[in-house]
C-alpha cells in the first residue's frame, strides 16, 4: 500500500481515460469538461519531442488523430502546438496542462524512456507531487521516474506487479506475501482480464483492497460492468465516456 494525499477522495472514483470522448483524446478541451464533469483524475499518457517537451499524447505517431506519418519523437513542439488534431484541439504540454487545470489530478502512463526524464522534471518543477499518479506498464520506467521526484507521488503497480498479485491469489499463498509485493504501489490500474487471466474475481479484489490497496479497471464504459465491478470492491473506474460514469457511480 502507499499513503498519499493524490488518493484522498470518496470512493469509488471516475478517472477519465484520456480526457473522455467529447472531444479529441488528450486534449486541454477534453480534460477541461471531464473535470468539470466530477472526475476524479485525468488518466493520460506522456511522450516527449525531439527537442525534449513532454506532451500529453497516446500513440507513437500523428497518424490516428491527425493523419500525419510522423512520430512525436521526431517533431519539435512549436512545431506540434500548431497542427490541428482530427475533431479539434491540439497536443498540450505536460506543462500546458498542469498549468491550465491547476487543481486537477493527473494519472500520467510515462511511455518511452525518454519520458522519464522530461516527465520527472515538469512535476518536479511545477510542484504538483500531490496531484499526479506516475504509472507504466514497465517497471523500469515506473522506478526510474519515482527516483528522480523531489517529493514522493502516488504511483500504481507495472504488469509485473499485477502478475505477481495473480499469481499469488491464485496459490492462496497469505495475505503477507501480497502486502509484501504492493508495498509502496498505491493503486493496480488493470483491465478485467488480461493474457487469458481474470482480474475482475471477488477473491482478487478482495485480497488487493486488503492491502490497502486501490483498484482502478480500464476502460469500463458499460453502467452495469461499472457497478458490478464496483459492488465487488472496485475503487475507481476508468472511462471513456467520463460524465456516464460519474452519474452511474453516485446514483449507485
Known amino acids: 500500500m502507499q499513503q498519499h494525499e493524490y488518493f484522498n477522495a470518496q470512493r469509488p472514483v471516475v478517472l477519465a481515460h484520456r480526457g473522455g470522448t467529447a472531444h479529441t483524446e488528450n486534449t486541454l478541451e477534453a480534460f477541461a469538461d471531464s473535470i468539470a464533469a466530477g472526475v476524479f483524475s485525468i488518466e493520460t499518457d506522456v511522450r516527449t519531442t525531439k527537442d525534449q517537451v513532454a506532451v500529453l499524447f497516446h500513440d ?13 519523437s521526431d ?9 490541428e488534431l482530427q475533431g479539434g484541439g491540439k497536443v498540450p504540454s505536460l506543462a500546458q496542462a498542469l498549468a491550465a487545470l491547476p487543481l486537477a489530478r493527473f494519472n500520467l502512463d510515462i511511455k518511452d524512456e525518454t519520458s522519464v526524464k ?26 526510474a521516474t519515482l527516483k528522480l521526484m523531489t517529493a514522493p507521488v502516488a504511483t500504481s503497480a507495472s ?17 503477507s506475501f501480497i502486502n509484501n509485493i ?16 481474470r482480474f475482475d474475481s471477488l477473491r482478487f479484489i478482495t485480497k488487493i483492497r486488503n492491502s490497502g490497496t486501490e483498484v482502478h479497471y480500464w ?3 458499460n453502467p452495469q460492468e461499472m457497478l458490478e465491478l464496483t459492488r465487488r470492491g472496485a475503487t475507481g473506474i476508468v ?9 452511474t457511480l453516485r446514483k449507485a
Open 60 to 72: 507513437e505517431s500523428l497518424m490516428r488523430v491527425a493523419g500525419i506519418e510522423q512520430k512525436i
Open 75 to 83: 517533431t519539435n513542439f512549436d512545431e506540434l502546438s500548431n497542427i
Open 118 to 143: 522530461t516527465t520527472a522534471h515538469v512535476i518536479n518543477s511545477a510542484n504538483a507531487h500531490n496531484r499526479v499518479l506516475v504509472s507504466s506498464f514497465s517497471e523500469s520506467r515506473r522506478t
Open 159 to 175: 504488469s509485473t506487479t499485477v502478475l505477481i498479485c495473480w499469481l499469488l491469489v491464485k496459490l492462496r499463498l497469505p495475505q
Open 182 to 197: 504492493l508495498k509502496g504501489i498505491g493503486a493496480l490500474q488493470i483491465p478485467r482480464a488480461m493474457y487469458g487471466l
Open 219 to 221: 476502460t469500463i464504459n
Open 239 to 247: 472511462s471513456d465516456v467520463s460524465e456516464l460514469a460519474v452519474q
